[in-house]
């Protein structure tokens, strides 16, 4: 009689599949390329951005998100007060200095402010789809639509820029976030718009003087 031997199962070495991060996920360990990455999909494909985007997760990286989009916004704020101070010859060392504590300013107070935002839109949200959602939450979401804001230094855009970012991103983030209605996500937005827009320019203009300079 053949013997027959026991054939060894067919062990396959699970495939090294790197779990790479969520796409719409800041990365700090490559803050440049992760940043120019979410800009590309907030600005290019918002939709698909927020259909990838988990609204679960740590809060580290959204609050590190916005301290760079400030930070940059900062940069090039004050490189056009440098460049316009010059074309008009009225820079001086005070103005700049000025100019750069109220950069600080805003930059260090950008996670609050976006924390006051999150708590505006979690009332919208609560009104609109009752116990959806909860703060960690809708401040991810609010974080990452806040990268839009990266161009407020720039004149005319900036008029454009908050209502891209508060109100477009986050009607699109609520609709395929939390699977809502456009017309629910469309309210759910726009009545946490109104508020969150009086307090960015009570904020920028008249606390910092961020976007026009005082």
């Given at each position: 009689?053949?013997?027959?031997?026991?054939?060894?199962?067919?062990?396959?070495?699970?495939?090294?599949?790197?779990?790479?991060?969520?796409?719409?996920?800041?990365?700090?360990?490559?803050?440049?390329?992760?940043?120019?990455?979410?800009?590309?999909?907030?600005?290019?494909?918002?939709?698909?951005?927020?259909?990838?985007?988990?609204?679960?997760?740590?809060?580290?990286?959204?609050?590190?998100?916005?301290?760079?989009?400030?930070?940059?916004?900062?940069?090039?704020?004050?490189?056009?007060?440098?460049?316009?101070?010059?074309?008009?010859?009225?820079?001086s060392a005070s103005g700049l200095g000025i100019s750069a504590v109220q950069a600080l300013v805003y930059v260090a107070l950008s996670p609050v402010?976006?924390?006051?935002?999150?708590?505006?839109?979690?009332?919208?949200?609560?009104?609109?789809?009752?116990?959806?959602?909860?703060?960690?939450?809708?401040?991810?979401?609010?974080?990452?639509?806040?990268?839009?804001?990266?161009?407020?230094?720039?004149?005319?855009?900036?008029?454009?820029?908050?209502?891209?970012?508060?109100?477009?991103?986050?009607?699109?983030?609520?609709?395929?976030?939390?699977?809502?209605?456009?017309?629910?996500?469309?309210?759910?937005?726009?009545?946490?718009?109104?508020?969150?827009?009086?307090?960015?320019?009570?904020?920028?203009?008249?606390?910092?003087?961020?976007?026009?300079?005082?």
């Open positions: 009689m053949q013997a027959v031997g026991l054939v060894p199962p067919c062990i396959i070495p699970p495939m090294s599949v790197s779990a790479s991060k969520n796409p719409s996920e800041f990365d700090p360990r490559r803050p440049l390329g992760s940043l120019l990455e979410v800009l590309r999909g907030l600005f290019f494909a918002p939709k698909r951005f927020f259909v990838e985007f988990s609204a679960e997760g740590s809060l580290r990286e959204p609050i590190l998100f916005v301290l760079l989009v400030s930070a940059v916004s900062a940069i090039f704020r004050l490189a056009l007060v440098a460049v316009f101070g010059v074309f008009l010859g009225d820079l402010l976006v924390g006051l935002f999150a708590a505006v839109y979690l009332l919208s949200l609560r009104t609109f789809m009752g116990a959806t959602g909860d703060y960690r939450q809708v401040y991810r979401l609010l974080a990452y639509a806040y990268g839009a804001l990266i161009l407020l230094p720039f004149p005319v855009i900036n008029a454009f820029a908050f209502t891209y970012a508060m109100l477009i991103l986050v009607t699109v983030g609520v609709r395929y976030v939390y699977r809502a209605s456009f017309l629910t996500a469309l309210l759910t937005a726009l009545v946490g718009y109104v508020p969150s827009a009086l307090l960015f320019l009570t904020l920028t203009v008249y606390v910092t003087g961020f976007i026009f300079g005082r």
